[in-house]
């Protein structure tokens, strides 16, 4: 890992696509709870 | 909470879960039964990439507070990834649907539902259509007010046929509360374009201005100097910019950003500096004194903390106008702070302001040093581009307190900006400013 401090705009950058691993593990749950549900 | 990370990631936080708040709703029961952990997940990924478009329209909305906060620019960067996440996530939900159930393919063919296919086939097309124009907008020749129209257009029919597409399939929204919020939503985001689109535009309609000067500058800019008729005028901080529109008509595509280069204590009287790029700037140098002008903003967070009491500017080109207002405004209210100017041009004849910033280095405790690409004979100065020898040679060693401002060309943004990240220099001290987001 770089331990330069972030620059602004690779921070946003990354923050998007952190967004997007987090959407897809909170689908996997979501899933997985509508399919343990009756 | 005051750092500029921790403003990110608590604005993230709040994105995340309205991103997420279709999840949520659709696990509110009553539920229709449950399909394959597959089914679910793909059909999840459409109500996500919905979910994300209709926060586009939030993203772009030039909210005063939103840009005030993190800058406009800013949030035109996250608009642009998130605008890629969210084209993934609707690829993803056809993938997964389509090799889970191959029958799903029903969706895409005209001989099943002609009306149906034709929609989602345009959705996709309008997707594809919006990444392409705007990530080669340069390399396709686009010009930007083009883009803009067609932007508008194709996002407003993706949410629109999206939204069409969830009523159609019903699965999940066929309870009418349920409706209500998936449509409510969509009118909400379409809502937001149009009051980007045509309800700011008519506002500064209201507030027109008059052409007072076209003030010819070096380096083939244009100062037009600009004078409110029948208001105050306009209310701004140092380091601001405005969208610039000569069309009366609120539909006009017309309608580029530019930084003002005035001081703020003349609100009656706003100059912005523009330099000749494209087929908008060039014809700048054309507009008659008395000429109606609207004005849209200001936008922007490329301004002076209070706190900074020692500043280093660096600028490139007709990045020097935002800061030309940073410098003008100190100098109007006899500031002692320390401060740097390093701007990098051409050459002496091609430096915006050249003759403007001695007068400036009189009144102010700044110090002005030129680099020149080509320098003329006999210039003993810094001469090529910025390197970090250069900075090095120029910046103080002890700049624990120093505030950093860039504005200029990207290509040269993203060399300084790596530079100061490399001397060390944090988030919250290195303020810069990107207009050619797209």
Redesign the interface.
């Known amino acids: 890992m770089s331990r330069?401090?972030?620059?602004?705009?690779v921070?946003?950058?990354r923050?998007?696509?952190?967004?997007?691993v987090?959407?897809l593990v909170?689908?996997?749950i979501?899933?997985?709870?509508?399919?343990?549900?009756p | 909470m005051r750092t500029?990370?921790a403003r990110?990631?608590r604005w993230?936080a709040v994105?995340?879960l309205f991103?997420?708040l279709p999840?949520i709703l659709?696990?509110i029961p009553p539920?229709p039964p449950?399909?394959?952990?597959?089914i679910?997940?793909g059909v999840?990924?459409g109500f996500?990439a919905l979910a994300l478009m209709g926060l586009q329209f939030v993203l772009t909305g030039r909210f005063r507070g939103v840009a005030a906060s993190l800058?406009l620019?800013?949030m035109l960067?996250?608009h642009r990834?998130?605008g890629i996440?969210a084209s993934?996530?609707v690829l993803g939900h056809v993938i997964v649907l389509l090799l889970h159930r191959p029958a799903y393919a029903a969706f895409l063919d005209p001989r099943v539902d002609a009306m149906r296919a034709l929609a989602l086939w345009i959705l996709l097309v309008c997707l594809l259509l919006i990444l392409v124009l705007t990530l080669g907008r340069r390399r396709l020749g686009l010009p930007y007010e083009w883009w803009r129209a067609t932007h508008a257009v194709l996002a407003a029919t993706v949410l629109f046929i999206g939204t069409v597409h969830v009523f159609r399939v019903g699965w999940y929204i066929s309870i009418p509360w349920r409706q209500a919020i998936w449509g409510g939503l969509s009118v909400v985001a379409i809502a937001l374009l149009m009051h980007v689109r045509v309800g700011k535009p008519i506002r500064a309609r209201s507030r027109p201005y008059r052409v007072a000067d076209v003030r010819a500058e070096r380096g083939r800019a244009w100062t037009l100097v600009l004078e409110p008729a029948g208001h105050h005028g306009l209310r701004f901080e140092a380091g601001q910019f405005v969208w610039l529109s000569f069309e009366p008509s609120v539909l006009s595509i017309q309608q580029h950003p530019f930084s003002l280069s005035s001081s703020v204590a003349a609100p009656e009287r706003v100059e912005l500096t523009i330099k000749e790029l494209g087929d908008f700037t060039s014809g700048i140098r054309n507009t008659q004194p008395g000429a109606a002008v609207f004005l849209e903003g200001p936008y922007g967070a490329f301004t002076l903390p209070a706190e900074a009491r020692r500043a280093v500017f660096i600028a490139g080109g007709v990045g020097i106008t935002p800061i030309m207002s940073i410098l003008r405004t100190l100098s109007e209210q006899n500031d002692d702070r320390d401060l740097t100017l390093l701007y990098a041009t051409g050459s002496p004849d091609s430096t915006i302001f050249l003759d403007d910033l001695p007068t400036l280095a009189g009144t102010l405790r700044l110090r002005v040093l030129h680099v020149f690409e080509r320098p003329p004979e006999g210039w003993t100065g810094e001469r090529g581009m910025i390197t970090e020898e250069l900075l090095g040679r120029h910046l103080p060693a002890d700049d624990r307190d120093l505030h950093y401002f860039v504005c200029g060309p990207a290509p040269m943004m993203d060399a300084v900006?790596?530079m100061l990240?490399?001397r060390?220099?944090?988030?919250d001290r290195?303020h810069?400013e990107?207009f050619d987001i797209v």
């Open positions: 330069l401090p972030l620059l602004q705009h921070a946003v950058r923050l998007m696509w952190l967004i997007a987090v959407l909170c689908l996997a979501f899933a997985g709870v509508r399919i343990a549900q | 500029v990370f990110l990631i993230a994105y995340l991103a997420l999840l659709l696990l539920r449950a399909r394959t952990f597959l679910e997940y999840g990924l996500v800058g620019d800013t960067q996250f990834e998130a996440v993934l996530l900006e790596l990240a490399q060390g220099v944090p988030m290195l810069s990107r």
